[in-house]
């Protein structure tokens, strides 16, 4: 069997606490083999930073999706370079920095390939996620698939998730930070859940600090947004992928007091 622990977007500082306070039981009880996180709002909502990744790496996280905020601070680029463990969307152009998934080999010949993939509806242009799949199947050996789909729109996630289900392990979205409750097998094995939702602030607008976000949208003049404080939700969940190619997937929604 192996065992996938997936956490939803890490939304700076308060997401980061999050992660090292829920972390080490999770680990403890769910044992999971490898454990995955969104990265793209783990420094201070807005990108990554190499002490942001070193910080979650030691906390036990040993691979990073992210999305469309994975460039916003400069340094991204070159750590991406460094660190193959961090991945940028597999849909981004070719000369675009960094990979987009990458094959974590586990004891006894074991092996994961966790895939980075960004949605077109309603997010910036990039290449299709559809035929980035389909090119990248033909073109690996891959037993064990998870592809974090990275999108704004329920439908485009769930049609991903059908083209290729009984080809990949898991398809996890993430990217509204809102939490579905929708996982579940689909017809072919493939385990799917259409957000895993995010790890930070509770009371505030996706994470962020809300007044700010709602002066941003009654006035339409852009303001530096900053992540909330205070109660946090930890959002993700857990798949497991047995011998015989069965599949299981819990949610998990972890409330602080
Ligand atoms: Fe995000
Ligand atoms: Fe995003």
């Known amino acids: 069997m192996i065992?996938?622990?997936f956490i939803g977007d890490i939304i700076g500082r308060p997401?980061?606490?999050a992660v090292q306070k829920e972390l080490p039981h999770l680990l403890a009880e769910r044992k999971p083999d490898v454990v995955v996180a969104n990265c793209e709002n783990l420094a201070h909502g807005f990108g990554i930073t190499a002490d942001t990744i070193a910080e979650m790496?030691?906390?036990g996280i040993h691979c990073f999706t992210s999305g469309n905020h994975i460039f916003d601070k400069k340094e991204a680029r070159t750590l991406l370079e460094d660190r193959p463990y961090v991945l940028r969307p597999m849909n981004y152009?070719?000369?675009?920095p960094g990979n987009g998934f990458i094959t974590i080999s586990l004891p006894e010949n074991r092996s994961v390939t966790v895939v980075s993939m960004l949605g077109r509806a309603f997010m910036p242009p990039v290449d299709?996620?559809?035929r980035s799949m389909d090119r990248f199947l033909?073109?690996?050996e891959t037993d064990i698939v998870l592809v974090d789909f990275?999108?704004?729109a329920t439908a485009e996630k769930a049609a991903f998730a059908h083209e290729f289900d009984g080809k990949v392990a898991a398809v996890i979205g993430t990217h509204t930070h809102v939490q579905t409750a929708d996982e579940r097998i689909l017809p072919h094995g493939t385990a799917f859940l259409t957000d895993a939702g995010m790890t930070g602030a509770v009371n505030s607008v996706i994470g962020v600090e809300k007044d700010a976000?709602?002066?941003r949208m009654r006035t339409g003049i852009n303001e530096h947004l900053t992540p909330a404080k205070g109660k946090y939700w930890f959002c993700g969940c857990d798949i497991r992928i047995e011998e015989n190619g069965n599949t299981f997937i819990d949610r998990i929604m972890i409330i602080s007091k």
């Open 3 to 5: 065992r996938i622990l």
């Open 93 to 96: 152009p070719p000369e675009v």
């Open 213 to 215: 976000a709602i002066r």
């Open 128 to 130: 299709c996620p559809f």
């Open 15 to 17: 997401g980061r606490k």
């Open 150 to 152: 990275h999108g704004e």
């Open 57 to 59: 790496t030691t906390a």
């Open 138 to 140: 033909e073109s690996k």
